[in-house]
């Protein structure tokens, strides 16, 4: 009952307008409602054809949005769990905003990239399609973050890619091993763990 409502109200639409309001508050609401109803599969694919996410992606590149990020990775991150919208964000560019994102933002926003991008390649192929984007050489480079906290999630992010043995090779090739060795001796458990 709630997909079919959610189709015929076409709420896609009408909540990406309302989250280019000039008001923080409003466009953080919402985005936790679009959190909210991406959770649905139709709702997802409306995100897809009206560009939704790459429209929301844009606000990962404006500075004076920093307080919205969190909420931006969030709806994002739910939407790359759907196989068929990962492939869409592949092939209009979005999953290399997001890999610039990842190595541009502050810890917090490094953080909230990395568990989305986790918790992503935990389904199906996805971890396949971030391959073909590249993403291994995004998780490199985070790896030397002055964050413990953002260390443990790469770390965490690279134990869940070595289960595809495309991104294995990749992670094995580019350095990531060494770099992981490199950890051994921080002082933060999480991060030796």
Known sequence: ECRIALNQANVVGPLLEAVKSEYPVIQGLVLKVLYLVCQEECVRVAMGEANGLESLLAFLKDEEMKDLHKDVINVVGVCMLDQNQLDAMKDSGSILAMASY??????????NALRAIGACCQVGDNAKILHDSEIETTILSVLGSDSSEVLAQACYTVSVLVNNPLCKETLAKIGVIQALMGLIGNEDEKVQE
């Open 102 to 111: 990842l190595t541009t933002a502050e810890p917090v926003g490094q953080l």
